[in-house]
């Protein structure tokens, strides 16, 4: 019975060369250039940044000039088809002294940097979900492969019993444990391959890729990255894109704010132009400038105050919750980190060893079938957690550099 169980157990143990395509390995690094190279929402937003940079053009042109030409007095009684009627040659020229232009340019440069804030803020977010993808999808790779392993584990142990069996030195109720315990490993290999499949998929979503069978996430699981340092004196929350653009609002407010008094001032209208009435030439020249006596755009420029302590509001409002999104951040790094070394490690290791005991015992005849089959699921049971355990912990990672601004 030893010896041919011990020859089973070799048998799966072995390295036997398989048949396999060729493979591409993709690293985390890898997967996120090219998704910041291929998503097509960063064109749109560069290309928003384009139409920006189009209104400040348009923003600091002068007004058209305009030609006015006209004939009065045409009336036949008091010339002969319009002999003695007067004739006008005029131009006029509004000059902006009131300080629209310099608004309207105001009010475009800070749209151009929104703009920019905003591509940023696409960039890391597209960053930050194929980092968590892409450790999903490792994690659900070594899930596969260490069902996959069992399954083939309890496929010679279950070949093994069923000689066993035919040579009648095994009960029937024996059998059937293992083979319904290998065919639960099996179910569970069957479900943890389709779950790497989609994982899969949605990494190669998420990298505007399509996906790619070959593909074999080089990134060691088992190595433990450790988060990006906040240069010294600097304030985490300013670091955060999302900071920057409420702030940056608060500037977009007040240049509107500046806009909408300007429009409140008044212009000058410059006519110069030429007349002739009655074979008699004259130049003429005018100026003309609205009273502002009612109406300085009180209303708007009311507004626009009110917006600017919105925005205000509205970033202290982001700060105080990327403050918060820190803290937590720090936190669930500082218990990932230390769940995974004080608890799942120690705990896999443990059960790895109890299954080769236990493995070694029932070789020898010194341990029932029972025992064995418990100490496999523990065995599964822990490997499961220390993957998972894992896969948390880079989760981590990447969320902790993203709440720091650390993640470019």
């Excluded at 979900?129 to 450790?135: A, F, G, L, P």
């Excluded at 309890?154 to 069923?162: A, G, L, N």
């Excluded at 300007?262 to 100026?287: E, I």
Aim: proline share 4%.
């Amino acid at each position: 019975m030893n010896k041919q169980f011990l020859l089973f157990v070799l048998a799966a143990s072995f390295p036997w060369p398989t048949l396999c395509h060729a493979q591409t390995a993709l690293s985390s690094t890898e997967a996120v250039n090219f998704a910041l190279s291929h998503r097509p929402e960063l064109r749109a937003a560069n290309a928003r940044v384009s139409g920006s940079e189009r209104l400040r053009t348009q923003a600091g042109l002068i007004p058209n000039p305009r030609f006015v030409f006209r004939k009065e007095d045409l009336r036949p009684e008091t010339s002969a088809f319009g002999e003695n009627s007067q004739t006008y040659w005029e131009g006029e020229q509004i000059l902006e002294i009131s300080g629209k232009r310099g608004g309207r340019i105001a009010v475009a440069n800070q749209s151009i940097e929104q703009r920019r804030l905003e591509v940023d803020l696409v960039r890391r977010q597209i960053a930050l979900n194929v980092r968590e993808n892409y450790w999903k999808a490792k994690s659900m790779q070594a899930l596969a492969h260490l069902y996959d392993e069992n399954a083939r584990y309890f496929r010679q142990v279950i070949d093994y019993h069923e000689a066993r069996f035919k040579e009648g030195k095994l009960a029937e109720v024996d059998l059937l444990r293992v083979r319904l315990q290998g065919q639960q490993i099996q179910a569970a290999a069957a479900n943890a391959r389709l779950d790497s499949e989609k994982a899969i998929l949605v990494l190669a979503q998420e990298m505007n890729a399509a996906p790619n069978p070959a593909w074999v996430l080089s990134d060691d699981l088992e190595t433990l990255e450790e988060p990006r340092a906040i240069p010294a004196g600097s304030d985490a929350p300013s670091l955060r894109t999302e900071a920057q653009i409420a702030e940056q609002s608060i500037a977009q407010a007040k240049a509107r704010t500046q806009l909408e008094r300007a429009n409140g001032r008044p212009d000058l209208l410059f006519t110069g132009g030429y007349k002739r009435d009655a074979q008699l030439d004259a130049p003429l020249a005018g100026v003309q400038f609205d009273l502002p006596l009612f109406n300085r755009n009180q209303g708007a420029v009311a507004a626009s105050r009110a917006d600017e302590d919105a925005a205000r509001e509205t970033y202290q409002a982001t700060r105080n919750r990327l403050a918060a999104e820190l803290a937590l951040s720090q936190r669930e790094y500082e218990i990932r980190r230390e769940q995974y070394l004080q608890v799942f490690k120690p705990l896999r290791d443990q059960a790895i060893e109890i299954s080769d005991i236990s493995r070694a015992a029932y070789q020898a005849g010194g341990l029932d079938l029972l025992r064995l089959l418990d100490a496999e699921r523990a065995r599964v049971d822990a490997q499961l957690s220390y993957v998972r355990a894992l896969e948390g912990f880079h989760l981590s990672v990447a969320a902790l550099n993203y709440a720091e601004g650390m993640d470019q």
